[in-house]
């Protein structure tokens, strides 16, 4: 069965008391399955934006547990912050990462709105995919008045009522928006001025809803902190609208206002993708490293709990597979993913080292799925044995022959690569392992051939191998 892993990132109206941040993300991790990807928070926003993900009944059961510990530390009577906000916490967008539609997203954006309203009484609007009605699948629809006009108008004006719950507000925590949606960007573009009309003038410009780019919300705030304006923006699909784009209209638009580009920030998770559209120097970004990255966050945090060591450990086991094959495999793995390293850091194409990897990765269980044919054609009747055996020997010959022919097109990559000396040693381990698994595969291919009758696919195997030296 496929993996099912999804995406929660709520906000919370807090962004001043660390200590109750850290409450909040203790609670996050007490469930199991569950890992913290990145937390960032904001004095002058005075709020707070945890990015967790995991399985969906547990991303679920993670998120109440943060919104519980929200409600009981944060009085919206008391919060006064540049962002827009409607609860303590905020909004909580549920968003399909593997294995998972959007469409089962939106079922459990509403089983969790449910939990809330009944466990917490705290009121649910339901937003993005989510939306029960048009008008809210923008967020800033509902959040129009903050939390101080939905107080007073909360079953007073039927527009203002609930998608889940009674149309009355948690006096302290106000009410919280929930929903699906794709991979969202949160970025902000700070200017070298203080003249807040100038980010609101930028902001119109951008926004969709003011007649700018699809797929792009945006709106002027003060970073007092700083005494900056600063363009708050959201890019609801980044491949449509690219981060670049964005960054290079406001940067034109504020020299029109006669101001200039302070710097770019990303606020949370950033899709690997999204980068790879946008060189980091162009943005200028002033955070950016390497752990903002969803698909690399997600990676590290699960390779910390199972990945790495479930592999060794299998490998360790008294068991046939996995073995040699899917060994010499994972070590291709890892070289390829050096060579993406190394490609990447000198600003060059990482592409085809990135289709290795995702190759041999998939060639680690493809080797061991191969091998258990093999036994299972061994304990067929043995009046039946022969047929079973040839073709699920030719199938374990296969697939290290196929890793073999990649690592060589690899190593020949790796020697091709020109790149500064302080990149090196990287290199030279990636050349490394891809000799260690050249050698693995061959030996693994050799050894199912000694077994096989078809001549013709010997041959066939051996002019395959001879093209290798």
């Known amino acids: 069965m496929s993996r099912q892993l999804i995406e929660c990132v709520p906000n919370f109206s807090e962004g001043r008391d660390a200590a109750k941040v850290d409450t909040i993300a203790a609670a996050i991790l007490s469930e199991p399955g569950v890992v913290l990807l990145d937390r960032e928070s904001d004095a002058d926003h005075n709020r707070s934006v945890l990015t967790f993900a995991g399985p969906p009944q547990a991303v679920s059961a993670a998120a109440f547990r943060a919104v519980e510990k929200a409600a009981e530390l944060i009085d919206l009577t008391r919060h006064q912050g540049a962002h827009p906000r409607i609860g303590a916490a905020d909004v909580v967008p549920f968003v399909p990462v593997e294995g998972v539609t959007l469409e089962e997203c939106v079922r459990l954006a509403e089983e969790f709105g449910a939990a809330v309203w009944d466990k917490l009484k705290i009121p649910v609007y339901l937003y993005e995919a989510a939306a029960r009605r048009p008008e809210r699948a923008n967020l800033e629809n509902i959040r129009r008045g903050q939390f101080e006009a939905l107080l007073a108008e909360m079953g007073k004006a039927p527009a203002r009522d609930p998608d889940i719950g009674e149309a009355r507000c948690h006096p302290t925590a106000g009410a919280m928006v929930t929903g699906a949606r794709k991979l969202l960007i949160a970025y902000n573009v700070n200017l070298a001025t203080s003249d807040l009309s100038i980010a609101q003038k930028i902001a119109r410009t951008i926004r969709f809803s003011s007649g700018g780019f699809r797929y792009v919300k945006a709106m002027g705030v003060m970073l007092a902190s700083r005494n900056l304006a600063q363009v708050s923006i959201?890019?609801?699909?980044?491949?449509?609208?690219?981060?670049?784009?964005?960054?290079?209209?406001?940067?034109?638009?504020?020299?029109?206002?006669?101001?200039?580009?302070?710097?770019?920030?990303?606020?949370?998770?950033?899709?690997?993708?999204?980068?790879?559209?946008?060189?980091?120097?162009?943005?200028?970004?002033?955070?950016?490293?390497?752990?903002?990255?969803?698909?690399?966050?997600?990676?590290?945090?699960?390779?910390?709990?199972?990945?790495?060591?479930?592999?060794?450990?299998?490998?360790?086991?008294?068991?046939?597979?996995?073995?040699?094959?899917?060994?010499?495999?994972?070590?291709?793995?890892?070289?390829?993913?050096?060579?993406?390293?190394?490609?990447?850091?000198?600003?060059?194409?990482?592409?085809?080292?990135?289709?290795?990897?995702?190759?041999?990765?998939?060639?680690?269980?493809?080797?061991?799925?191969?091998?258990?044919?093999?036994?299972?054609?061994?304990?067929?009747?043995?009046?039946?044995?022969?047929?079973?055996?040839?073709?699920?020997?030719?199938?374990?010959?296969?697939?290290?022959?196929?890793?073999?022919?990649?690592?060589?097109?690899?190593?020949?990559?790796?020697?091709?690569?020109?790149?500064?000396?302080?990149?090196?040693?990287?290199?030279?381990?990636?050349?490394?392992?891809?000799?260690?698994?050249?050698?693995?595969?061959?030996?693994?291919?050799?050894?199912?051939?000694?077994?096989?009758?078809?001549?013709?696919?010997?041959?066939?195997?051996?002019?395959?191998?001879?093209?290798?030296?």
């Open 234 to 469: 959201n890019l609801t699909d980044f491949e449509q609208t690219p981060l670049h784009l964005v960054f290079e209209t406001v940067r034109r638009e504020a020299e029109r206002y006669g101001a200039a580009v302070a710097g770019s920030e990303i606020v949370g998770l950033i899709p690997r993708k999204a980068i790879e559209l946008a060189a980091d120097y162009f943005l200028r970004f002033e955070n950016f490293r390497p752990g903002l990255v969803l698909e690399n966050r997600i990676a590290e945090a699960l390779a910390a709990r199972s990945g790495l060591p479930e592999f060794l450990d299998a490998l360790a086991a008294p068991a046939a597979t996995p073995g040699g094959g899917s060994a010499s495999a994972a070590a291709a793995a890892m070289s390829a993913a050096l060579g993406a390293m190394v490609t990447r850091l000198a600003k060059l194409d990482c592409a085809p080292f990135e289709d290795d990897r995702r190759f041999f990765t998939e060639a680690v269980d493809r080797d061991a799925e191969a091998f258990n044919k093999v036994m299972a054609a061994y304990k067929r009747p043995k009046d039946q044995r022969a047929p079973f055996v040839e073709e699920a020997l030719r199938g374990a010959a296969e697939v290290p022959l196929q890793v073999a022919e990649r690592v060589h097109a690899l190593q020949q990559r790796l020697d091709a690569l020109a790149i500064p000396a302080k990149f090196a040693s990287d290199l030279a381990v990636a050349k490394a392992l891809a000799a260690a698994a050249r050698a693995g595969a061959l030996e693994n291919v050799n050894i199912n051939l000694d077994s096989i009758q078809d001549k013709a696919f010997k041959a066939a195997v051996r002019a395959r191998l001879e093209a290798l030296t």
